[in-house]
């Protein structure tokens, strides 16, 4: 990590990590299979470490500050730094693969320029894992309220929901929208006639975030009064009307 924002980033080994015959050394295979398809058809347009084309280097290097956390094989490292004044937040996700670290995931916290690396669209990535079980029927709101793990994704949105005994459920959402900008939000939801809704401290007045399902089986997502955007959304992304198909798009829990 203090190799990665050596000299305020001008010097950043990020590339050298990242590079064809050393990523797999460093990073995970989701990461290395997304950094292929970038080879082939460029989707990663910026920096892996720092938000922008322009950087203060003395500053970062002035303000850096990391901080780790670990539990079993898992860790994340967050650094925080100044630019130009700004403050940002990147955090590093690392799992432990034999008697090494390697890096699973990027994603910077900046409230206006929240992003995550795994969800970045790449054409030519490798699909994700098959599903692990048959996913809910037509009518599978059912199904979902049993206790239980619940995990889907699409092209742009991962959606895990963890139902408990007592119907309600913590909830996580990550989508990419405008660009690179994304929206991130984990909480605690109540079961409504149709689904669930997640209450949440917003900038704006409380996030009032509603899962909706259809009898078809599919999941949209409702934030009235845009309070859950404000807060939990980068810039030029949204997490109102986000759909998934929960047939098609169910996938295997990961941890």
Not at 48 to 55: A, C, K, S
Not at 66 to 94: E, M
Not at 101 to 107: E, L
Not at 133 to 158: D, H, I, K, Q
């Amino acid at each position: 990590m203090r190799g990665i924002y050596e000299g305020g980033g001008a010097r950043s080994s990020i590339d050298r990590l990242r590079a064809p015959g050393a990523r797999s050394r460093y990073f995970q295979p989701a990461l290395v299979r997304l950094f292929d398809a970038n080879d082939r058809d460029e989707c990663i347009d910026f920096g892996l470490h720092i938000n922008g084309q322009d950087f203060d280097e003395a500053e970062i290097a002035r303000s850096l500050r990391l901080q780790t956390r670990q539990d079993g094989d898992r860790a994340a490292v967050d650094a925080r730094f100044r630019s130009f004044g700004k403050a940002n937040h990147f955090r590093f996700d690392f799992q432990r693969s034999g008697d090494a670290w390697k890096i699973a995931d990027i994603a910077s916290l900046t409230p206006d320029a929240r992003w995550r690396l795994s969800a970045v669209p790449c054409r030519g990535i490798t699909a994700a894992a098959a599903p692990a079980s048959a996913p809910p029927n037509a009518s599978g709101l059912e199904a979902l309220r049993r206790p239980g793990r619940y995990c889907f994704a699409n092209r742009f949105s991962e959606l895990t929901i963890a139902v408990e005994a007592s119907g309600s459920a913590r909830i996580g959402i990550e989508h990419l929208g405008g660009g690179t900008h994304t929206c991130g939000l984990e909480g605690r939801g109540r079961p409504v006639a149709a689904g669930w809704q997640l209450e949440l401290e917003g900038v704006e007045g409380t996030c009032r975030l509603e899962l909706v399902m259809s009898p078809a089986g599919r999941l949209t997502t409702r934030d009235p009064g845009g309070a859950c955007k404000a807060t939990y959304c980068g810039l030029r992304a949204d997490i109102a009307d986000l759909a998934l198909d929960l047939r098609r798009d169910k996938r295997r829990c990961r941890g």
